[in-house]
């Protein structure tokens, strides 16, 4: 079974339109985390969960609003995005604190025409 | 705003060549990892180093933490089609608030041809 999931794998949206972004972990952990990776960067972290409460926000613009409902699912909601949010979004979870392995899920490709 | 750099950021080679990957920092990481990622799928975890020194092998793959915890390689002897992929280094910024922080070098694209 595949540790962390995400869907959809691929998603193109407008810039007015409203999407979510969902990924589940069957790992047991209790930290997830939204990456995002564009091409020519580096991956950057947008936001970490720890027992579902949110613990760090990278700066990233409101138009990304993240959820946490509990600690197996993390959802990502865009809304309004631009052209240039267009990227791998990749979630990612880790078993607790101390444990500093990441586990990756496939991500989703979203395109913002 | 901690700053990983990998070197290079393109490798061709023909397979049963042997190379080298470096991930270097001025800053101290807790402890450095190695992901590779292929095409269409998130990284997938190789290695964690966390004591300076440190040497880890990993069938054909070597990877060191450098004494000081600031830089780190990656060595692949013989390599083969299969190792083909994107190399990331990520090392840690432990938060005790927030879990493990990684911060990720710019990869290295590695294409290893028959």
């Known amino acids: 079974e595949t540790g962390v999931t995400q869907t959809p794998r691929h998603l193109v949206m407008g810039m007015t339109n409203k999407k979510s972004l969902k990924c589940e972990q069957h790992?047991?952990?209790?930290?997830m985390y939204w990456y995002k990776q564009s091409a020519k960067k580096p991956l950057e972290l947008m936001f970490v969960?720890?027992?579902?409460?949110?613990?760090e926000n990278n700066s990233v613009p409101s138009r990304f609003s993240p959820e946490c409902p509990n600690s197996s699912h993390l959802f990502l909601h865009l809304h309004t995005l631009q052209p240039e949010d267009s990227a791998l979004y990749l979630c990612a979870s880790s078993q607790d604190q101390a444990r500093y392995e990441q586990y990756f899920g496939p991500g989703t490709r979203l395109t913002v025409t | 705003t901690q700053l990983l750099e990998q070197s290079p950021q393109f490798l061709s080679i023909q397979e049963g060549e042997n190379l080298t990957v470096y991930c270097n920092s001025s800053?101290?990481?807790?402890?450095l990892q190695w992901y590779r990622q292929e095409p269409g799928e998130g990284p997938v975890l190789l290695v964690t180093v966390v004591t300076g020194g440190e040497v880890k092998k990993l069938k054909r793959l070597t990877f060191q933490f450098g004494d000081a915890r600031k830089d780190s390689s990656l060595h692949i002897t013989a390599a083969q089609p299969g190792d083909t992929g994107l190399y990331l280094c990520a090392g840690d910024t432990r938060n005790n608030n927030a879990g493990n922080m990684l911060t990720f070098g710019g990869g290295t694209r590695l294409m290893v041809k028959p």
């Open positions: 969960y720890s027992l579902e409460e949110r613990v």
């Open positions: 800053s101290v990481f807790s402890s």
């Open positions: 790992l047991g952990h209790n930290a």
